[in-house]
């Protein structure tokens, strides 16, 4: 018998195909199943077991979980037991190695479903920026209703178009988003939210959006520590405003109340 026929027939006994991950609870076998098998090997099968590359794995699984604190006071018995005890606890061992390698690889698998379920699906608004694309999608995933495709035109600056500042449609105010150049993982952006003339807009149209804009460059903040910045904000004149990383210009009237434009900016993780 060879290493590749006594994998193959470990796989048998876990009843999985050889092909697949070796995941007790994946099969149909039973854990006390796997053991009287284990058992009932003859030492030349034992020694053959120890040798094929599950074993290896689950033995190279088990060096590495033993750096976890929590558990090192029971791995070091376990240890001490494959040492000490005979050839009937040393084989109840394999399956320890199994039951480890077992929870190792049904967590790997685990991780990464939750990796393919939580991967971020882009979706193209604007094509000329990445970093507005980003924005406006991060803001889709915060918000209803959606900010649309024909809702986003260029902004004419200097007789161009520009591809990287955009204007937001809006009934009563001015919302122009800046796009930014990526420095490592981070982008630093700014948005301008300003009034339109004979709009008929009051501080709560500008409120909303002070809100939501906020929230987007820091999402530890919460709704009632951002509406008490808001609050002190537009509380007396400022020229300059800042919440924690996060930079505020503001227009607010002389001796404080009503506000006509503002632009925030900091750097926003995507």
Known sequence: MTEKDMLHRLHEVVKVPDDECMILPYGNSKPEEVLDWILDLSDEEFSLLMKTPIIVQAKMFYSNFRNNYTKKISIWYLFLWYYIVGDVMKKIWIVVLLMLLLVGCSSSNEENNKKEEEKEIITEY???????????????????????????????????????????????????????????????????????????????????????????FDENLSDSEIENHWNDMISEYRSSYKINEIEIWPNISVGGGKITYYKIESKIDF
């Open 126 to 216: 604007y094509k000329d920026d990445e970093s507005i694309n980003l924005f406006i999608n991060k803001y889709n995933k915060m918000y209803d209703p959606d900010i649309t495709s024909d809702m986003i035109s260029k902004k004419h600056i200097g007789g161009i178009d520009r591809d990287d500042v955009v204007i937001i449609s809006n009934a009563k105010l001015e919302l122009v988003i800046y796009g930014a150049n990526k420095y490592g993982s981070d982008y630093k952006m700014s948005v301008y939210v300003g009034y339109k003339n004979g709009s008929g807009y009051t501080n709560e149209d500008f409120k909303e959006w002070f809100l939501k804009l906020v929230k987007m």
